[in-house]
């Protein structure tokens, strides 16, 4: 993250495949003397009960967990039940909890 933030042009926006990654990423912008949240904003994947207590709070996609484990279940059952399906890929929308690692982007 380090190497992006200090690239002649850098990102306005990090966006980690995990709310951990997430939390590690936040320290790179404050190392080069950035504003997360305002110079560079950081969003996660999760929404771990910790989200909201970093600083700033981070702002991350929340999945659908429950959707997700209805659908992994059915198709556990229908493998059990030996009742072949096609592949398949599954959209399930997830929800953005906006905290303050996010802001407009600067100009």
């Known amino acids: ?11 306005s926006a990090i966006l980690a ?11 790179a912008p404050y190392d080069a003397g ?5 110079e560079v904003s950081i969003v996660g994947f999760d929404d771990l009960p910790l989200a ?5 709070p981070l702002t991350a996609l929340r999945p659908p ?4 484990g209805e ?3 059915g198709l556990l ?4 039940e030996q ?3 096609a592949a398949q890929s599954a959209m399930l929308p997830g929800r953005l909890i906006v905290r303050r690692s996010t802001g407009p982007a600067p100009r």
Not at 65 to 68: H, I, S, V
Request: net charge negative; with cysteine; charged share 25%.
């Open 1 to 11: 993250v380090g190497e992006l933030l200090s690239a002649p042009e850098p990102p």
């Open 34 to 38: 950035l504003d997360v949240g305002v």
């Open 65 to 68: 967990r429950r959707a997700a």
């Open 71 to 73: 659908h992994a279940a």
């Open 52 to 56: 909201r207590h970093m600083h700033p």
């Open 77 to 80: 059952i229908d493998f059990i």
């Open 17 to 27: 495949c995990s709310d951990e990654l997430a939390f590690g990423a936040m320290h």
């Open 83 to 85: 009742r072949p399906r």
